[in-house]
């Protein structure tokens, strides 16, 4: 893919995540996606394939989150498949903290679609807003 088109996948991405909507990620995800967290926390680790990354990982974090998860797009730098990511996400868990980190995804993108995510983030505060997953990674 060249760096135009891998941008625009991150923008329609963005532009349903920051209202809530994250139709648009789940749509895009290879059936082979990878997302890997960085860091010793019990949520990181690699998930692998789209059918775990949705149940070990995001059933996981939506199930605490008593709102509607926003991420809003900062900025980015695509070349070629790769596309480098800075973002915020915030909510609200439902043990009443707010749980609004800083993101750097590095993302690399084959045939249209999130093939990978390395996940770079504040790891002390995702234990400090986060109850570990119930499924470990």
């Not at 329609?12 to 059936?31: C, H, N, T, Y």
């Not at 509607?68 to 797009?73: A, D, F, G, P, S």
């Not at 995510?117 to 109850?131: F, K, P, R, S």
Request: hydrophobic share 35%.
């Amino acid at each position: 893919m060249s760096a135009t088109e891998s941008r625009k996948l991150i923008e329609e991405i963005f532009a349903g995540l920051e209202k809530g909507d994250g139709g648009p990620f789940v749509r895009s995800l290879a059936e082979d996606f990878s997302w890997t967290i960085i860091g010793s926390t019990p949520w990181s680790g690699t998930y692998s394939g789209k059918k775990e990354v949705r149940r070990r990982l995001l059933d996981q974090l939506f199930a605490q989150f008593a709102g509607q998860y926003v991420n809003r797009l900062v900025g980015m730098i695509a070349e070629g498949d790769r596309v480098a990511v800075e973002c915020r996400g915030h909510v609200t868990t439902k043990e009443g903290k707010t749980y609004a980190n800083t993101y750097c995804w590095v993302c690399r993108i084959e045939n249209g679609k999130l093939k990978e995510i390395l996940e770079y983030m504040d790891t002390a505060h995702l234990g400090e807003a986060l109850q570990p997953p119930q499924i470990a990674a």
